[in-house]
Nanobody
């Protein structure tokens, strides 16, 4: 059974950092491209960062490029999102999924950026 469990969110002041983790069970993350998504209040869920199954190609939304960094630990079957220089507009619930978003969504982790 596939499970996606996100963690690491919280409240942070603008300019701060957070590191999110997505622990995956039910499939091996090195067999699929994995994506972090986010959904802000009143907005549609959007992709933020993707790492391919080889780990050799990474893609970021333009709004986070240079500030967010996606990585993975194959042994732990976990995908990470390091978020630096956070802005209020980064406030959202963050989720992970396969790039095609084909799996059931986890509960997400709330990130709130405010002073």
């Amino acid at each position: 059974q596939v499970q996606l469990v996100e963690s690491g969110g919280g409240w942070v002041q603008p300019g701060g950092s957070l590191r999110l983790a997505c622990t995956v069970s039910g499939f091996a993350i090195n067999r699929y491209a994995m994506t972090w998504y986010r959904q802000a209040p009143g907005r549609e869920r959007e992709p933020v960062a993707t790492i391919t199954l080889t780990g050799l190609s990474i893609d970021y939304a333009s709004s986070v490029k240079g500030r967010f960094f996606i990585s993975r630990d194959i042994m732990k079957n976990t995908v990470y999102l390091q978020m630096n220089s956070l802005k209020p507009e980064d406030t959202a619930v963050y989720y992970c999924n396969m790039r095609d978003a084909s799996q059931s969504w986890g509960q997400g982790t709330q990130v709130t950026v405010s002073s």
